[in-house]
């Protein structure tokens, strides 16, 4: 089924330890997105890749890094985890502006 | 710049009644606006969308919406609530330029009471 792969499912991790989200998709959409979701806020864009090669910052990109080193791929890492950056991630793509967001499952992460 | 609002975090209704989840956006370009529902420990799930053309757009599971620019609005609406409607409504709001990212409201939780 096409669709998107986000890896691992829940987390729980240490702070001050590094951690790198995996998100893949199979229907060669040219964007891509990660948001986290937190209650109250509804999702807000940490990052985003218009196109393999290419990625942008969103609206809370701080402790985060992403990579989009071809179409399918676009991980998500903290380069040393922090309690507020307990979430739950969803990565997300698109192959044009009409067409809305495909989401994954999502990544739900405790840093203790 | 464009930013959505979603009046009511969490909204109640007994099964049967009509379901209204009101959204108004801000755009600087003429928006795409967008709902999705999310289920529990789920990821999120287009219900619908507007892009151009028809200003009431159907969506799956009996939901529509109507996109009013004069009001900058775009509410979900059903006219008879189940209890699997129970879930999670974002609005969502995307301008149609090259790069303009969706922009999300921060939800309205449904809960339908039997």
């Known amino acids: 089924i096409a669709g998107i792969t986000q890896a691992p499912t829940s987390q729980i991790l240490a702070a001050g330890r590094r951690m790198t989200l995996r998100c893949t998709q199979d229907m060669r959409h040219n964007a891509m997105y990660w948001y986290r979701q937190d209650l109250g806020l509804g999702l807000r864009l940490i990052h985003y890749s218009n196109t393999a090669g290419t990625t942008g910052k969103g609206e809370v990109p701080d402790g985060y890094s992403v990579s989009r080193a071809n179409t399918d791929d676009f991980p998500l890492t903290l380069a040393s985890a922090v309690p507020s950056q307990t979430s739950v991630y969803f990565c997300?793509?698109?192959?044009?502006?009409?067409?809305?967001?495909?989401f994954g499952s999502g990544t739900r992460l405790t840093v203790v | 710049a464009q930013s959505v609002t979603q009046l009511g975090s969490h909204v109640s209704v007994s099964e049967g009644a009509l379901v209204l989840l009101r959204c108004n956006y801000s755009s600087s370009v003429p928006p795409y606006l967008f709902w999705y529902v999310q289920y529990p420990n789920q990821g999120l799930q287009l219900l619908l969308k507007y892009t151009t053309g028809a200003t009431l757009v159907k969506g799956i599971n009996g939901f529509e919406a109507e996109f009013k620019k004069s009001e900058t609005s775009f509410h979900l609406t059903k006219p008879s609530a189940h209890m699997s409607d129970a879930a999670e409504y974002f609005c969502?709001?995307?301008?149609?330029?090259?790069?303009?990212?969706?922009?999300f409201g921060g939800g309205t939780r449904l809960m339908v009471k039997p």
């Open positions: 997300a793509s698109s192959s044009g502006s009409g067409t809305g967001y495909t």
């Open positions: 969502a709001v995307r301008g149609n330029n090259a790069g303009n990212m969706l922009t």
